[in-house]
């Protein structure tokens, strides 16, 4: 059997929208300078609390649990909007119906709450596809190697028949920590060339070429 963990944010749908909305709306209500979309695309993955303190090293700990408080407050305003924008990247689904035809298992390691990733896989119909799920509410954030090694425990299966697909440089860390396979994708919010130094093994331009990286 093999495995094959996704991210979710930055690799399976475009989630920075509402991520740039929400922390904009924070740094607002908390009289906090708002560091740039750039900049709050770079800590997607981690999990909120660790992005806060990244984005605001300077601010004390009540601000920063302040920023958290009113980001999720308006996370959650953002997801009972009707034309809210969380879209599936092109060809995911196609892609997850071929590998779950495959018999591929496929699990998910992302830095969203546990609440906010049902709440992603259920707008998308993604509900029964996986069958580990490992976010930021069970334990370290990544790039810890915990969620790996959770999603491995969870399905029995050892780090050379697992791969980690994602955007960032915090998921191919965590992947080389926990000794599996590290794909990056060149769709989501770090550059290819700091996702190689991050020690990607491959890098795909589009969903469609992971069939190609498996079966080589």
Not at 40 to 63: M, N
Not at 91 to 108: E, P, R, S, T
Not at 163 to 169: F, L, N, V
Request: net charge negative.
């Amino acid at each position: 059997m093999k495995l094959i963990v996704f991210d979710c944010d930055g690799t399976l749908v475009d989630g920075q929208h509402m991520i740039i909305d929400a922390m904009q709306t924070a740094c607002g209500a908390c009289d906090v300078v708002y560091p740039g979309d750039e900049a709050v695309r770079q800590i997607v993955g981690l999990s909120l609390h660790q992005a806060i303190e990244v984005c605001h090293p300077a601010e004390a700990a009540v601000t920063h649990l302040a920023l958290k408080d009113v980001f999720i407050e308006r996370f959650q305003q953002l997801r009972l909007q009707k034309d809210y924008e969380e879209p599936l990247y092109d060809g995911v689904a196609d892609v997850l119906d071929q590998l779950n035809d495959k018999g591929y298992l496929l699990g998910i390691a992302t830095g969203k709450s546990k609440r906010g990733l049902l709440s992603t896989l259920e707008n998308h119909g993604l509900s029964d596809y996986f069958l580990t799920l490992n976010t930021a509410d069970d334990g370290p954030g990544k790039p810890h190697p915990s969620m790996l090694h959770n999603a491995m425990k969870d399905v029995g299966v050892s780090p050379d028949q697992t791969w980690m697909i994602g955007d960032t440089t915090f998921d191919m860390e965590m992947a080389r920590t926990a000794e599996v396979k590290a794909v990056g994708v060149s769709w989501g919010y770090h550059e290819r060339a700091v996702l190689q130094q991050a020690g990607a093994h491959h890098i795909l331009d589009h969903i469609s070429d992971l069939h190609r990286v498996l079966e080589a």
